[in-house]
């Protein structure tokens, strides 16, 4: 018998597209939501909780496409305990090859209040929604929302109620990320031991890591007799975020012995997927995040590296290999050829078609000439750094800017903007605000700068720096990001970058996003 076989399989149930981009800031384009879903699919997830159908045409629209398009996973859309929501999530999945319909009402006492249902009539609304959404989709999946702060009686209530009434799985929020592992593994034992029904269904746990916990929570619940994590990309999501999918996986791969589940996930795929979704959601992965952190396999100290070199495993629990980072960090110069440029790039997880690889190789010879050395961060954030660039309304061509001790500091920018090249100077308080004015002076807009973060790629004086901004204007929030050995272009190219996002933002707030709310579910 192989060591997987003795284990119980964990289903990886991603809610990247829907609890992540929920995330103030990390809404992601169509094609963007395409492309990650076809990311999960061939990573392996069983579970791809696509959107929100009912909180725009967009969400509809992205959720109906990657319901068509999925190869593997099972699509999946969220609905509120109305009929409407209920209809209209079916519609977007319903030709999905594997579609599951995911409904959920809030069951804790400040949530009840909010439809201002009693516990008898939510109970009614529960087998109502429930049993719709089952006469539609055979696979439905129900959450009492904000479960950990519900009444335990109640909460037995309900769940029996949803299994009878058809749902396949029963998902148990945390959605404040208030539970502890103790209480996460304790909650569905119980719910398994008192609920009748409960041996016919799956058990799913959702953590939000308001409290740094969601992972070992989720582990916990796994071990209590959860067998669906619910978890998202580099923990992206509102507030502290969600459970880490590569954090869960990569916890029952490298400790089997202690926790003895296993799931479906291709590991080798974490690192390039953590990348795509920290660009296209503008939410930058932490240095020392768990797994996919640039420093998750940096060993800088000296007694570390010399540890290294005689056995890896001296400070290493896992391989790089194991989670797609390339095993060595071979550095690029500007003798470095297109094919060089290609494999790097392949190995780093960006295939490109070739007019792209051209595109990048001019952006590569540009930066080797100004860096003798190109390591793979700097490809990375050179990869960063290059998209959007097509679909731009707003672009920068040149930026000359004048600084000195007796300021104040101007700056002469030319940009295209909507095809036009229009040209500004302006003074500013430092050099990257008299860019900022000079940007506003050729595009007035009224975006505040929520946030101006600056981050060296790599070490050395000729190091790119990476710039990411968060501009918020109307409700609508964009981050923008941007690399370059000169700090000030850097951050020029960032802010513009957010401020086309803010425009292709303000054209879908037209349409209705995210103008529906949890709270409103009548
Ligand atoms: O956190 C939460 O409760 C949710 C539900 C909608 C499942 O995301
Ligand atoms: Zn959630």
Redesign the pocket.
Known sequence: MTQTSQKDRVVIFD?TLR?GEQSPGATMSHLEKLEIAQLLDEMGVDIIEAGFPIASEGDFKAVSEIAQRSKNSMICGLARANYGDIDRCWDAVKHAEKPRIHTFIGTSPLHRAIPNLDMDQMAVRIHETVTHARNLCEDVQWSPMDATRTELDYLFRVVEIAIKAGARTINI?D?VGYTAPMESADLIRMLIEKVPGADDVIFAT?C?NDLGMATANSLAAVAGGARQI?CTINGL??RAG?TALEEVVMAMKVRGDIIPYYTDIDTTKLMNISHRVATVSGFAVQFNKAIVGKNAFAHESGIHQDGMLKNSETFEIMRPEDVGLAATNLVMGKHSGRAALRSKLEDLGFSLADNQLKDVFVRFKELADRKKEVFDEDLIALMRASEDVENNRLALQSLTVICGTDGPQKADITMVIDGEKVTASAAGDGPVDATFNAVKALHPHNARLQLYQVQAVTEGTDAQATVSVRMEEDGNIATGESADTDTVVASAKAYINALNRLLVRGERTGEGLRQISYKDIS
């Open positions: 809610t609890d929020p959605t959702h939000h619910e999501g509102e969600n």
